[in-house]
């Protein structure tokens, strides 16, 4: 488990680094951006990594929490990595976006709330298939 942890981890921080850096190369090509700004590229690498790598998988793969408690769980954790991230890449654009935390924060549980239903019904289907081959027993 902590080997797969560890991969998923590695694997999602690299993929949101790479595609952070996509973007503010589209985004900012006439601008030059300060060296210094490139930590702030790995911490929200980290984060993504810590949040989609690490915290959901144990959730919904391992952890045995109740339905809702998973769902807000992983809906805080989001919150928390939706304002670090904003943060790390731009503390003017957390100011513009911080009075309309309450709806972020509707949608996010929303979302999530619909993301497990959709989930659940995908595991189900997949038990319901491994049941339906088994062998009976004699």
Same mark, same amino acid.
């Given at each position: !488990? ?16 790479? %595609? ?6 589209? &985004?900012? %090509? ?5 060296? +210094?700004?490139?930590? +702030? ?13 690490? !915290?959901?998988?144990?959730?919904? =793969? ?7 408690? =998973?769902?807000?769980?992983? &809906?805080?954790? =989001? ?28 949608? &996010?549980?929303?979302? +999530? ?8 019904? $995908? ?5 319901? $298939?491994?049941? =339906? ?6």
């Amino acid at each position: !488990m902590i080997k797969e942890l560890k991969h998923q981890f590695m694997q999602t921080a690299f993929v949101s680094i790479v %595609w952070l850096t996509l973007i503010l190369s589209i &985004t900012q %090509w006439s601008s030059s951006i300060p060296f +210094h700004y490139v930590w +702030h590229i790995i911490g929200i690498g980290t984060l993504a990594g810590i949040v989609f790598g690490v !915290m959901y998988p144990l959730l919904w =793969n391992y952890f045995t929490f109740p339905a809702p408690t =998973n769902i807000l769980i992983s &809906t805080v954790v =989001n919150l928390g990595f939706q304002v670090g991230a904003v943060a790390l890449y731009s503390t003017t654009l957390l100011e513009r976006i911080m009075p309309y935390f309450i709806g972020i924060a509707f949608l &996010t549980l929303v979302g +999530h709330i619909i993301a497990f239903l959709f989930y659940k019904k $995908q595991q189900n289907q997949k038990l319901a $298939q491994a049941l =339906n081959h088994l062998k009976p027993q004699p």
